[in-house]
């Protein structure tokens, strides 16, 4: 297993029909540590994406069939894994395309080994910081959540008001964990859906929307505490 400054062990997927280019690339993220799985169009790049679930694609815009684009558009229509779009399209317009259709970064060819390299790593530390917080705040927190007359008890997985017990759904039960451990915060959509939900759902769904209006009317008189953020998503606000 390769070791060095991609430590630790992450998984890159590289799609990229100029072989020598790829070859390159390639070299240098396996030199530093990562491990590379190379496809040169966009329907095995959606295959081994499936099949490999990489921490990071590598992701180039012309590409035979599919091109990247339309590969960037039916991964985000599954999943949140990092993308890094290659590309000789130095129009603010196509970077702004790129950027607007979910890429986390985007490199212009010709580009430096160093450069590719530091965009790697950025990515991936974001990646990781974003994985803490989410096990934070899927998992830590106080066995017992409370609010005024409501009591969440995690751990045994009960919920009650005015001491009686409300039927919350699996996901219901976990939104509302997650809002009563960050009273104020607010929580965008796609968050929510990660931190609850996590790999069972399908981006641009009603998911959220929908279990927020069923938590709040099994909460009654206490739903109104669980506020819209206009263009962002939804928070918990303690009301007296």
């Not at 949140?80 to 607007?100: F, S």
Request: contains cysteine; glycine residues 8%; aromatic residues 6%.
């Amino acid at each position: 297993m390769p070791t060095g400054e991609g430590q630790p062990f992450h998984t890159i997927l590289l799609v990229e029909d100029a072989t020598d280019l790829a070859r390159v690339i390639a070299r240098e993220l396996q030199g530093a540590g990562y491990v590379v799985m190379h496809v040169t169009d966009g329907e095995s790049a959606l295959k081994q994406h499936a099949a490999l679930q990489p921490d990071l694609v590598i992701l180039d815009w012309m590409l035979p069939g599919l091109d990247g684009l339309e590969v960037l558009r039916r991964l985000r229509g599954r999943a949140t894994t990092p993308v890094l779009m290659l590309t000789a399209r130095d129009e603010e317009a196509d970077r702004v395309l790129g950027l607007e259709l979910g890429a986390d970064d985007y490199l212009t060819k010709p580009f430096s080994m160093r450069e590719l390299l530091a965009r790697v790593r950025a990515l991936l530390r974001r990646m990781e910081h974003l994985r803490r917080l989410m096990a934070e705040d899927r998992y830590d927190g106080p066995p017992l959540l409370r609010c005024g007359a409501l009591n969440v008890y995690a751990e045994a997985r009960l919920a009650t008001l005015a001491g009686g017990s409300l039927d919350l759904s699996r996901t219901e039960f976990d939104l509302l964990c997650l809002f009563l451990r960050h009273p104020g915060r607010a929580f965008s959509r796609d968050y929510i859906l990660d931190v609850v939900w996590g790999e069972e759902y399908v981006t641009g769904d009603r998911s959220v929307d929908n279990a927020v209006l069923r938590l709040r009317k099994k909460l009654g008189s206490m739903g109104d505490n669980v506020e819209t953020v206009w263009g962002v998503g939804y928070r918990w606000r303690d009301r007296p």
